[in-house]
């Protein structure tokens, strides 16, 4: 081996022990192998016995004394962990032969009743782990039974909280449809009450409408027959003013003409009452009938007096010496 290199020895020996081949893998390394290059070459040792597969020892050498054929033999020796051969058979010691004598034994009465005992002890113990499991299967069955009753009456619990739930909601939109029902009603009345009222306001307005107009019309018509009658009147008084002087002697009047009657004036029509407007009714609300109103009787016009005819105007000569035209 070089002292100054770093070197890989692979070897196959015999196992002292089992008298089998072993293969080993020696690392050498020099005395005289630079620190940086053993430092390099440390790296190496594991891809060498990948490598070298196969190997059952790994042995660092640095000097002749770790070669030495004892030295890597002791070392496979430890490496194996047995310490027979396969191949060398060991004398076994055979036992000194006996005198011959028959299978016969003596009857043990002890022994007989150990084993009745015995046969006793486990009959009980089969009889009372049969017991066991009986009161087993029995404890399971009255723990499944249990388990059976709790389950239903859970069941039967919540179908009764289901059904209080139910009801409970139930009387709620019960309730609430009825409030809503009651609240219709209410408005429904209020919208009725409203309606009747701005009807009554209107056939009051109407009515006082009416009652305006007519009494406008009466003191019309009382204010045009004061008129005529003041006319009349005064007519009357420009006729009979000169009826009171004496008249002078004349000759016998024509007779008198019948006198012309004075035309009245006629009577105005009645303004036509102005359409009342249309108004919405509801469909549900049907309205009622106007109450008939009887019309006052008018005034009748009191008689005219008739005029009196005018004194026709005789013609008279004018005196003697006056000159006419």
Known sequence: MNGGKNLYVFMRVTDPNTQLPKNVLVNWQGE???????????????????????????????????LEEDCILGKVAKASGANFSFHKEKAKPMPE?????SVFQK??????????ARDQ????????????RVQDRKT?????????????????????????AADQRGRSLEEQRKREKERHVQETTAREEALQQRLKEEESSVEAERRRERDDMQRQRVQEYKNISSAVSSKKAGFEQPAEEEPPSLPQRPPKKAPVPVPEPEPEPEPEPEPQPEQEWEQEWAPEPEPLYEQEPEPEPEPEPEPEPE???QYEPPPEGIYTQ
Do not use: Y
């Open 32 to 66: 005289g192998v630079p620190p940086s290059r053993k430092g390099v070459c440390a790296r190496h040792t594991h891809d060498v016995a990948t490598f070298f597969r196969g190997a059952h020892v790994t042995i660092n050498a640095r000097s002749e004394m770790d």
């Open 121 to 132: 002890f486990w009959v009980k113990q089969e009889k009372e782990e049969e017991q066991r």
């Open 107 to 116: 009857a043990n009465p002890r022994a007989d009743i150990d084993a009745r």
């Open 140 to 164: 399971v069955a009255e723990e499944r039974k249990e388990l059976e009753l709790q389950r239903r009456q859970r069941e039967a619990d919540q179908a009764s909280a289901r059904e209080r």
């Open 97 to 101: 032969a006996g005198p011959v004598g």
């Open 311 to 313: 004194p026709e105007q």
